[in-house]
């Protein structure tokens, strides 16, 4: 079992920058994309953005392009999810994800998941 954990969390204004970070525990193998989803209460987990290892191309929604910028970090095993501009829609506990399908986009194509970060933007 590969553990993924979630930090850099918090409570922020609207506008403002948080950056969150997902550290395996150990070495991944036959991943193929990590990825970050959100829960908002009440709501169906989303997905937020992905980046491929093998080439490191990324994948945002809509709602995040341009604001959020997710990185690699291999020798650490961390990916990196900058969010800036934040809004008060991006609250929501964040999670980290690792899986080895191509359904990126989909919360069922992960099999590794962390415990989640709480982001909370007030306006």
């Known amino acids: 079992q590969v553990q993924l954990v979630e930090s850099g969390g918090g409570l922020v204004q609207a506008g403002a920058s948080l950056r969150l970070s997902c550290a395996a525990s150990?070495?991944?193998?036959?991943?193929?994309?990590m990825g970050w989803f959100r829960q908002a209460p009440g709501k169906e987990r989303e997905f937020v953005g992905a980046?491929?290892?093998?080439?490191?191309?990324?994948y945002y929604d809509d709602s995040v392009k341009g604001r959020f910028t997710i990185s690699r970090a291999n020798a650490k095993n961390t990916v990196v999810l900058q969010m800036n501009s934040l809004k008060p829609e991006d609250t929501a506990v964040y999670y980290c994800?690792?899986?080895?399908?191509?359904?990126?986009?989909?919360?069922?194509?992960?099999?590794?998941w962390g415990q989640g970060t709480q982001v909370t933007v007030s306006s």
């Open positions: 980046i491929t290892w093998a080439n490191g191309r990324t």
């Open positions: 150990e070495r991944t193998f036959n991943v193929y994309a």
């Open positions: 994800a690792a899986g080895d399908t191509v359904a990126i986009t989909r919360s069922d194509g992960y099999k590794y």
